[in-house]
């Protein structure tokens, strides 16, 4: 059984650029949900989704914001970068039931921007 | 106020010596709890949770957690660490409704 899959992997910006960010989850869960991890703040959530619906959101300015398919896939995009934005997002994903329950990471990505 | 503490940023132990990674909460209820670990470049993997079950919990790799409401603590523990459990460690604290608290994290080494 396949695991969570993100991409890219690794990616550089400049500031002032966009980003979009994918996750594919595990075949037969419906909630996936987005993290920042930085040395700094450590772990913080940004959003879940379910059912193509944002069901849960922390606390991020509005340049964060994502979606999901039908397929339960989901992006992550990020607008006008920041420096401080540079980070590893990880995806998780869930049967979604519970929220957030027993979560499924994927090796995330990590954003650097210069 | 912070929900989740995780009392060490940095553990180091001795290959084959106990493991202790302390974890305390704030909540008037009993949350769920989980412990999830990170290696480096990885995403994070579930080690163990306690859902109001047993208060002894156990999980993955020889480790397990017990649950005091007492202490409001959820610590991490291991009888013999092993090489490849250096990693970050993580707790997470779900309060009621969907409100969860990620712990800051604590860095395992273990010296040969």
């Known amino acids: 059984k396949a695991g969570v899959t993100q991409t890219p992997r690794y990616l550089i910006k400049t500031r002032g650029q966009q980003v979009t960010l994918s996750c594919s989850p595990i075949?037969?869960?419906?909630?996936v949900s987005w993290y920042q991890q930085t040395p700094g703040q450590g772990l913080q959530f940004l959003f879940e989704?379910?059912?193509?619906?944002?069901?849960n959101k922390g606390n991020f300015p509005g340049r964060f914001s994502g979606r999901q398919f039908s397929n339960s896939r989901s992006e992550m995009n990020v607008s006008t970068l920041e420096l401080g934005d540079s980070a590893l997002y990880l995806c998780?994903?869930?049967?979604?039931?519970?929220?957030?329950?027993?979560?499924?990471f994927g090796e995330g990505s990590r954003l650097t921007v210069l | 106020a912070q929900s989740v503490t995780q009392l060490d940023s940095h553990v180091s132990v001795s290959e084959g010596t106990p493991v202790l990674l302390r974890c305390n909460y704030s909540?008037?209820?009993?949350?769920?709890l989980f412990w999830y670990v990170q290696h480096p470049n990885k995403g994070l993997q579930l080690l163990l949770k306690?859902?109001?079950?047993?208060?002894l919990v156990k999980g993955i790799n020889g480790f397990e957690a017990e649950f005091k409401k007492s202490e409001t603590s959820f610590h991490l523990t291991k009888p013999s660490a092993h090489m490849s459990d250096a990693a970050e460690y993580f707790c997470?604290?779900?309060?009621?409704?969907?409100?969860?608290?990620f712990g800051t994290g604590t860095s395992l080494t273990v010296i040969p």
């Open positions: 997470v604290v779900i309060l009621t409704g969907n409100q969860f608290y």
């Open positions: 909540s008037s209820y009993s949350p769920s």
């Open positions: 989704y379910f059912s193509e619906t944002q069901r």
């Open positions: 306690y859902t109001s079950a047993a208060t």
């Open positions: 998780a994903s869930s049967f979604g039931t519970i929220f957030p329950g027993e979560l499924f």
């Open positions: 075949s037969g869960h419906r909630s």
